[in-house]
Structures are given as C-alpha cells and as structure tokens.
T-cell receptor, first 116, second 109 residues
Framework: KAGVTQTPRYLIKTRGQQVTLSCSPI?????VSWYQQTPGQGLQFLFE???????NKGNFPGRFSGRQFSNSRSEMNVSTLELGDSALYLC???????????????FGSGTRLTVV | EDKVVQSPLSLVVHEGDTVTLNCSYE??????LLWYKQEKKAPTFLFML????IEKKSGRLSSILDKKELFSILNITATQTGDSAVYLC?????????FGAGTRLFVKA
C-alpha cells in the first residue's frame, strides 16, 4: 500500500513569504501529526489532526497553522517566514493517533524548507 | 512539561560490537514509548513499548522498558555498517508525541 506522501519535497522561500505543505496519509489512517526537525532542536511536535479536528498542538507561534480535510489529507501553513523556519517538516499518520492502537506512526519523507 | 532524554548523543563503534542506547522520560501520563531509526529523512518504526519488563525483539535489535525507573534501552548486537543512523526515542500519549534528541550511531567497517 502507498505510504505517507508529502509534497513538495523541497522548497525555497524568502523571508516574509508564506508556505503551504501537504501530507497525504496512508489510506485508512485518520490521524496526521506534523513535526519540525532541525539539527539543533531535533524533532519537535507541531500539531495533530484527527477527523478534521486539531486535538493537540506543540509550542509554536501562531504563524504555524494546519488543517485536515475530509479525506484525511492535511496541510500545514507557515506565514511570515523567518530564517529560523528552515527545517525538515515531517508528517506522520496513524490509524487513530493513539500509540497503543496505532502501533507506531508512519512518517513521510518530509519537505525540506529553506528560507533565504 | 513532558520530556524525553536520550544518551549518548553520539556513538562510534566497530562492526560486530554490541551497543546500548538509553532513553529516559518524564511524562505526566505515560502511554507508550516508541523507538525509531532515521537514516535519511523518514524515521522508520522499530518498537512500541507499553509494559515494563517485556523485551521486544526484531533480529539483532531488542528493547525493554522500565516504568518504575522511567527509562528504556535499545540494544543492537553484532552491529553492521547498515545500522549507522540516528535512533530516536519518543513518548506518545494525549494525541501528542515527544521525541528525544536522538543518538547518532556510526558503525565503522
């Protein structure tokens, strides 16, 4: 079965712009989580969506937002980009987002965002 | 605030060595501990641990959880160069997954 698909794979943006990243989960998975990975901070949780509802979010500014559609595909948006937003953005899907039932999360290959 | 701490941060070994990676956690409501291997981009799932003292095994890799002492270890025996990667430990619960900084393992031929 198809894995988690993230698009685009690479993106270069300038400061002040906004960006939208997309994540298509594994078929049947209803939970999508987003993470930011940087060399200094590691993998940091952004937010989690299930059935179009955000159930939890990490400690990121309001410039980071997301949404989930009825087909479980999710997008995240970053407005007013800063240099520090340069990172690998990963999404992960699971059946329902509960660790003990999800048997782990399946990650996509990520979108590498560079802000110049 | 929940946190997951991994040690060591990096490790260099020779092929055939056995390594032990450590993960300690402080969380308000423990649900599950996960181990992942990240070679390039997408972390790949290794183990999920929910019960103390029950070892999970997959080939040369094994992992165990100690809920009393709040830690988990990941063992890799007879290491190979293909084991070179970043190993991530994470706690998942409350619709949120917190990752440790990872242990970067390099296996020399």
């Amino acid at each position: 079965k198809a894995g988690v698909t993230q698009t685009p794979r690479y993106l270069i943006k300038t400061r002040g712009q906004q960006v939208t990243l997309s994540c298509s989960p594994i078929s049947g998975h209803r939970s999508v989580s987003w993470y930011q990975q940087t060399p200094g901070q590691g993998l940091q949780f952004l937010f989690e969506y299930f059935s179009e509802t955000q159930r939890n979010k990490g400690n990121f500014p309001g410039r980071f937002s997301g949404r989930q559609f009825s087909n479980s595909r999710s997008e995240m948006n970053v407005s007013t980009l800063e240099l520090g937003d340069s990172a690998l953005y990963l999404c992960a899907s699971s059946l329902n987002g509960l660790g003990e039932w999800a048997y782990g999360y399946t990650f996509g290959s990520g979108t590498r965002l560079t802000v110049v | 605030e929940d946190k997951v701490v991994q040690s060591p941060l990096s490790l260099v070994v020779h092929e055939g060595d056995t390594v032990t990676l450590n993960c300690s956690y402080e969380v308000t409501n423990f649900r599950s501990l996960l181990w992942y291997k990240q070679e390039k981009k997408a972390p790949t799932f290794l183990f999920m641990l929910t019960s103390s003292g029950i070892e999970k095994k997959s080939g040369r890799l094994s992992s165990i959880l100690d809920k009393k002492e709040l830690f988990s270890i990941l063992n890799i025996t007879a290491t190979q160069t293909g084991d070179s990667a970043v190993y991530l430990c994470a706690h998942t619960g409350g619709f949120k997954t917190i990752f440790g900084a990872g242990t970067r393992l390099f296996v020399k031929a």
